[in-house]
């Protein structure tokens, strides 16, 4: 159990555009949610974390205009980057807990790039 | 001061050795501690969890666990070239709240 689905795994968009990550937890209700990114041979950092129905929580230093997350269900959260520019291609990796939060399933990640 | 620290490596060993990854961490409230394997262009993947002082085996993997001295470890016995990954250390703070990663330390096992 508690396998956590990312979708698309890769993605090229233009600058300017907004683009959707998914993230599903397919075998458990998540109660929480995280997103995080990965910059080339750097550790993972924490963007924000999400719980069902409420509003997400961001890090310092993240702007949440500019990366809106929606946790509509137990079993769904979504990234959206808007007006995407080349600095925000990074690898995006959501994660989802049950029960207890410091046991984090992570998805398979988002390769984002941005021309 | 990074909140978690480990050395980048790479860490070389020939295949069948103990590999042995090191991690410290600077907040005194973090309760629980991790370690993930991360295969290139790969999300995280949870080894190994541990909760209190002491040693936890699993198959070919221990963690072991020192609160006063601040100090997380991994040893891989038997290493082979399929462990060839980076090894990335997380401590979670029932303060924060936050599961905080290390940079990473790459490990190359060589047959």
């Known amino acids: 159990g508690a396998v956590v689905s990312q979708h698309p795994s890769r993605v090229i968009c233009k600058s300017g555009t907004s683009v959707k990550i998914e993230c599903r937890s397919l075998?458990?209700?998540?109660?929480?949610m995280f997103w995080y990114r990965q910059f080339p041979k750097q550790s993972l950092m924490l963007m924000a974390t999400?719980?069902?129905?409420?509003?997400?929580?961001?890090e310092q230093g993240v702007e949440k205009d500019k990366f809106l997350i929606n946790h509509a269900s137990l079993t769904l959260s979504t990234l959206t980057v808007t007006s995407a520019h080349p600095e925000d291609s990074s690898f995006y990796i959501c994660?989802?807990?049950?029960?207890?939060?410091?046991?984090?399933?992570f998805g398979p990640g988002t390769r984002l790039t941005v021309t | 001061q990074k909140e978690v620290e480990q050395n980048s490596g790479p860490l070389s060993v020939p295949e069948g050795a103990i590999a042995s990854l090191n991690c410290t961490y600077s907040?005194?409230?973090?309760?629980?501690f991790f370690w993930y394997r991360q295969y290139s262009g790969k999300s995280p993947e949870l080894i190994m969890s541990?909760?209190?002082?002491g040693d936890k085996e699993d198959g070919r993997f221990t963690a072991q666990l020192n609160k006063a001295s601040q100090y997380v470890s991994l040893l891989i016995r038997d290493s082979q070239p399929s462990d060839s990954a980076t090894y990335l250390c997380?401590?979670?703070?029932?303060?924060?709240?936050?599961?905080?990663f290390g940079q990473g330390t790459t490990l190359q096992v060589k047959p």
């Open positions: 541990i909760y209190s002082n």
């Open positions: 999400s719980n069902e129905g409420s509003k997400a929580t961001y």
């Open positions: 994660s989802a807990s049950r029960d207890r939060v410091y046991e984090q399933y």
């Open positions: 907040d005194r409230g973090s309760q629980s």
């Open positions: 997380a401590a979670y703070s029932g303060n924060t709240g936050k599961l905080i």
């Open positions: 075998d458990f209700q998540a109660t929480t």
